[in-house]
């Protein structure tokens, strides 16, 4: 637990408790434990005792909600216990579809629109009496349609702006396909964070043979759009970046989109060097595959797709064939969303686990403390690349 020093000098903004909806309930236990341990840990014995910091120890920061639905379909928010002077976290995933619900007699799959009703549907259950009301939405509702090109909807701003409306104080989001958006609401809390720090652990840990140097490993971005991430990533790596730019048949529309004619490379020679493909979302996983099968052509050594958001759209056949004809070696993807439980059975699977993380930052944001705590600094992760590189004791926690 980083820097738990900071939060043990500020007094917590009120009693803390996790609202993790259905959606999330496995995320929610997780965090859960994670602020269990933190707080059992505080070195200051006197906080424990002082009236200030009453209920601040707990064995459970949970709070049950329920969010039942009628035969027609309709729903509601029930709360089991009071929420009044609580500091509330609610959790929610809108991507977890293996949630179903019975509407006229039909079994139907929850989709982010239900997710999304559902969380206004808590707030409103809080009825106004929580202290303060923080969500934590860790894929942004709507956030593929973040701006106009036409006279179409703008569902991710006005969804902002209803939030804020509902009298939501702070909004925690990872790697938004815009953070941009956030100047919907300019006057209220939105943070939005990213996992490189994760990435590297999970790729350390589970290759032991990686060379992290300009000769060895390069950072590539599938599209335009995810370059930013790339740079970074590969800046604090210390290697080279490149990127595929998509050309597209803007004559056609497939399944809501202009599909794409090929893929364009633009960077430094890649022969013979692992790659790292970097992106925020899997969904059909198409872009990613066409990247790395011609990587692959192009004698790439070994190619690793790291996502932070694993949704899989169109399943996971596409995946093993290509596992199988060997265009990549590696998917990492984040626990941030739903993933379908036979992607734990596969052998180019590896999970990043986020839990803790997100028990950190709940516990600074529950003392109004400063979240750069938190967070991994560029130092820490050139440390950490060091260390292996050197072979030094390295084991990442």
């Known amino acids: 637990m980083p820097n738990l020093q900071e939060i043990e000098k500020a007094l917590p903004v009120a009693p803390l408790k996790i609202v993790a909806l259905p959606s999330a309930r496995a995320m929610g236990q997780r965090v859960n434990d994670h602020l269990v341990q933190f707080r059992k840990s505080l070195s200051n014995e006197k906080l424990k005792k002082d009236p200030a910091f009453r209920g601040y120890t707990e064995e459970n920061y949970l709070l049950e909600v329920d969010t039942p639905r009628f035969g027609s379909g309709e ?48 707030i409103m259950a809080c009825n106004g009496k929580a202290r303060r009301i923080n969500v934590i939405m860790p894929f942004l509702y709507e956030s593929r349609q973040h701006k ?29 396909h815009d953070p941009r958006v956030q100047n919907a609401i300019p006057l209220n809390g939105f943070d939005n964070f990213t996992t490189p720090y994760e990435f590297i652990k999970v790729l350390l840990n589970s290759e032991n043979d990686l060379i992290v140097d300009k000769e ?52 430094d020679n890649i022969d013979s060097k692992d790659i790292i493909v970097i992106d925020d979302i899997i969904s059909s996983g198409q872009s990613m595959l ?29 995946f093993d064939e290509a596992y199988e004809k060997g265009y990549f070696d590696r998917i990492v993807t984040t626990d941030l969303t739903y993933l379908p439980p036979e992607l734990y059975t596969k052998p180019y699977f590896v999970e990043a686990d986020m839990s803790k993380f997100v028990a950190s930052l709940i516990n600074f944001m529950n003392h109004d403390a400063s979240l750069t705590n938190v967070l991994a600094t560029t130092e820490r992760i050139r440390a950490i690349v060091e260390d292996y590189n050197n072979r030094v004791g390295f084991e990442l926690n």
């Open 290 to 318: 066409d990247t790395a099968c011609q990587l692959k052509k192009m004698n790439a050594r070994r190619v690793f797709l790291c996502c932070t958001f694993g949704l899989f759209t169109d399943g996971l056949e596409a």
């Open 216 to 267: 060895h490993l390069i950072v590539i971005s599938p599209d335009e759009g995810a370059l930013d991430r790339a740079i970074y990533f590969a800046s604090v790596l210390g290697v080279d970046t490149g990127m595929f730019y998509k050309r597209r048949d803007y004559s056609t529309i497939v399944n809501g989109r202009n599909p794409i004619v090929a893929h364009e490379f633009l960077g």
């Open 75 to 122: 729903g509601k928010a029930a709360f089991r216990e009071s929420v009044r002077g609580k500091d509330l976290f609610l959790l929610v995933d809108i991507c977890n579809h293996s949630i179903t619900y019975n509407m006229n007699g039909f079994v139907n799959h929850m989709s982010p629109d239900d997710h999304y009703q559902d969380l206004k549907r808590v």
């Open 148 to 176: 106009r090109s036409g006279r179409e909807s703008l569902d991710c701003a006005y969804a902002l702006r209803e939030l804020r409306d509902m009298g939501i104080s702070n909004f925690i989001t990872f790697d938004a």
